[in-house]
């Protein structure tokens, strides 16, 4: 891993968020909720439309951690889940952007505060991840 400083804004990382993503993810996870695939389910219980899982999403903050600490141990990595993800059915999607900033390094841990949206609204609250460095 890079020297991270307190300060350091990390380079966003930008995610493609598919259908097809969902359905991968369902498999891995055992999660076969239907509003993670059926538009008439998602928008019978009030949802714009089919949602990304939310640990999908956080999975995703999490790979960009990844990369920019060229996967350091993760102490902790948490969020509050704030608003959905909505995944059109074409072929394009969505786009997921996470962004971080170095807030402390000591004890050799680097504690990172993420900012992670999709068309420019945030989509997890108070995301954070704590490395080691």
């Excluded at 995610?15 to 389910?41: E, K």
């Excluded at 928008?43 to 350091?72: C, E, K, N, Y």
Aim: hydrophobic share 45%; proline share 5%; net charge negative.
């Amino acid at each position: 891993m890079s020297a991270l400083e307190a300060g350091t804004v990390l380079e966003p990382q930008t995610y493609p968020v598919t259908r097809a993503h969902l359905v991968r993810y369902a498999g891995a996870s055992g999660d076969f909720n239907p509003i993670h695939w059926s538009d008439r389910v998602a928008t019978s219980v009030g949802l714009p439309g089919v949602i990304a899982h939310g640990m999908f999403t956080q999975a995703l903050a999490a790979r960009a951690v990844a990369t920019w600490t060229d996967g350091a141990d993760v102490v902790e990595l948490g969020c509050k889940f704030t608003n959905p993800v909505v995944v059109p059915d074409d072929d394009e999607g969505v786009e997921v952007v996470v962004g971080g900033t170095v807030k402390k390094v000591e004890d050799g841990l680097v504690t990172i505060a993420l900012e992670v949206t999709c068309g420019g609204q945030k989509v997890l609250g108070m995301p954070k991840a704590v490395v080691r460095a």
